[in-house]
C-alpha cells in the first residue's frame, strides 16, 4: 500500500470516530508502528489530524463537535493516570463524591474504588459500571439518569433534577476544554447544563483535564476559572497558562509523571518532510524544568511505566 493510501485511510478513520491509536492503525493497516507515526506526521503537517501522544485526533475546529467515549479513551493516557491518582488522593474515607463523564473522570473513578465508604453520584453509564462491578458493600453508586450522549453522559431535565436536591463533598469534573476567556467549556450545550447542576451540588469543585486541553473552547461554558476550586493537569501546561490559570484557580495542582511523557511523538519545530529524513519520527528530548514552579503543587506521584509504542520507537 502506498503512503498516499496508508494516510487516507488514517484520516478517514480519524474522521469516522474522532480520533485513532496508533496501535490500532497498526493492526487495521499492517504496518510497523513507525510507518504510522510517519504517516500521521505527514497528515498534521497538511493540518489534516492533531498529533497526540499514542495517536492523532480530528482537528475540525468546530466548537460544537462532540468525540465519543471510545475515540478519547487511547489519548493522553499517561498523562490521565497521572491526573486521576493524584486527584483521588483528595477523597477521603466517608466523603460523598460527584463524577461528571469523560474518560478522566472514568480514570478517577478506578482510583476511587481503594477509598474505603463512599458514595457516588454520577451521570456517566462507564464510572457507573466500573464502580458496580468492584462489588463492595461500602460503596454507594447512585446514578442521575436523563438522554445519553455520544460521550456516555446522561444529561437533559431529568439529570438535572435529580442533582438538584444533592449535596456532595466532592465534584471530579470532565471539561472539553479550558481557555483564559471561555473557562471550561463543553461542545454539547444539554451536557454543559447538566454540568452546571454537578458544579451546584458540590462543596468543592475539581477540574481533571490533561494540558492539550488547554486553549480549547467548546460551544458552551460550564464554570469560569475562578469558579473552580482545584484544577488537576499535568507538567505539560506552559508556564504562562500556568501563571494565567494560578491566577484565577483555587489551587493548581500539576500531577508528576506525565511531563516524562507529554513530548514523545511531537513534531520538533522545523521538521522535514516525511521522504526527506528517516529519523523525522524519533521522539525530540524531553524538557526538564529547572526545579519547580513556586505558584503550583506538583505531586509526587510517578507512573513507573513506559508507553510499549514509545519504547518501540526509540
Do not use: C
Not at 480519524?14 to 497528515?43: F, P
Amino acid at each position: 500500500m502506498l503512503a498516499r493510501q496508508r494516510q487516507e485511510r488514517i484520516l478517514e478513520q480519524v474522521t469516522l470516530t474522532g480520533g485513532a491509536r496508533v496501535s490500532d492503525l497498526v493492526e487495521l493497516l499492517g504496518v510497523s508502528d513507525m510507518t504510522i507515526r510517519r504517516d500521521i506526521a505527514a497528515l498534521a503537517r497538511k493540518g489534516l489530524v492533531a498529533r497526540v501522544h499514542g495517536g492523532a485526533t480530528a482537528v475540525s475546529g468546530r466548537s460544537a463537535d462532540e468525540p465519543g467515549f471510545a475515540a478519547k479513551s487511547g489519548l493522553q493516557t499517561l498523562e490521565k493516570a497521572a491526573i486521576a491518582e493524584a486527584a483521588a488522593d483528595l477523597v477521603s474515607p466517608g466523603d460523598s463524591v460527584a463524577l461528571s463523564a469523560g474518560t478522566t473522570t472514568y480514570a478517577v473513578a478506578g482510583h476511587l474504588r481503594r477509598v474505603p465508604n463512599l458514595t457516588v453520584v454520577t451521570n456517566s453509564l462507564p464510572v457507573a459500571e466500573l464502580l458496580h462491578a468492584s462489588a463492595r458493600d461500602d460503596l454507594t453508586v447512585i446514578l442521575t439518569g436523563g438522554v445519553r450522549t455520544p460521550s456516555d453522559a446522561l444529561v437533559g431535565p431529568v439529570a438535572v433534577s435529580a442533582l438538584r436536591s444533592l449535596h456532595v463533598d466532592w465534584l471530579f469534573l470532565g471539561v472539553h476544554g479550558f481557555d483564559a476567556r471561555a473557562g471550561f467549556t463543553s461542545p454539547n450545550l444539554v451536557e454543559s447544563e447538566t454540568n452546571r447542576a454537578l458544579i451546584a451540588s458540590a462543596r468543592q469543585v475539581v477540574v481533571t483535564a490533561d494540558s492539550t486541553k488547554w486553549g480549547v473552547v467548546g460551544l458552551s461554558s460550564m464554570a469560569r476559572l475562578d469558579e473552580v476550586d482545584v484544577l488537576v493537569t499535568d507538567e505539560g501546561l506552559d508556564h504562562d497558562a500556568r501563571r494565567t490559570v494560578q491566577a484565577r484557580v483555587g489551587r493548581l495542582l500539576l500531577a508528576s509523571g506525565a511531563a516524562r511523557t507529554a513530548t514523545v511523538g511531537l513534531i520538533p519545530a522545523g521538521g522535514h518532510d516525511e521522504d526527506d529524513d528517516p529519523h523525522e519520527d524519533d521522539d525530540p528530548p524531553t524538557d526538564h524544568r529547572d526545579g519547580h514552579d513556586p505558584l503550583v503543587d506538583h505531586d509526587d506521584h510517578s507512573l513507573g511505566t513506559s508507553d510499549p509504542e514509545e519504547e518501540a520507537a526509540r
